[in-house]
Nanobody
Framework: QVQLVESGGGLVQPGGSLRLSCAAS????????LGWFRQAPGKEREGVSC????????YYADSVKGRFTISRDNVKNTVYLQMNSLKPEDTAVYYC????????????????WGQGTQVTVSS
C-alpha cells in the first residue's frame, strides 16, 4: 500500500508560480511512476505530468510543456511539480498518483492517489 500526501497549492495571479510537493510512503521502488493529474469543475481528470526512473519515462501534457517541470527525490520519496507562467485555465485540484512501472497519462492506470491540493489562478 502506498500513501501520498500533496502540499503547495494555493491562490496565485496569472503569470505566477507555485511548486507542488507529493510525499510518498510505503513500498516505493525507484522505477515506479509518480504522476500529477488535475481536475477542474465539470471536467474529467487529466494527466499533467509523470516521472519514473525507467529510461526516458517523463511525460508532460501538451498544455503544460515549457511551463511545468516535474522532478523527483528518490531518497525522500517525494515528487515535485514546479509550475511557472500559470494561467487561469490551470485552475484545478491537483492530485498525485502512483503506479508500478512506466509513466502513462491515463488515470485508471494509477492505483494510489493523494487527497488533492487546490490551485487557483486568478487576478
Amino acid at each position: 500500500q502506498v500513501q501520498l500526501v500533496e502540499s503547495g497549492g494555493g491562490l496565485v495571479q496569472p503569470g505566477g508560480s507555485l511548486r507542488l510537493s507529493c510525499a510518498a510512503s510505503g513500498f516505493i521502488l525507484n522505477y515506479d511512476a509518480l504522476g500529477w493529474f488535475r481536475q477542474a469543475p465539470g471536467k474529467e481528470r487529466e494527466g499533467v505530468s509523470c516521472i519514473s526512473s525507467s529510461v526516458g519515462s517523463i511525460y508532460y501534457a501538451d498544455s503544460v510543456k515549457g511551463r511545468f517541470t516535474i522532478s523527483r527525490d528518490n531518497v525522500k520519496n517525494t515528487v515535485y511539480l514546479q509550475m511557472n507562467s500559470l494561467k487561469p485555465e490551470d485552475t484545478a485540484v491537483y492530485y498525485c498518483a502512483h503506479r508500478r512501472g512506466w509513466c502513462t497519462e491515463r488515470a485508471p492506470d494509477f492505483g494510489s492517489w493523494g487527497q488533492g491540493t487546490q490551485v487557483t489562478v486568478s487576478s
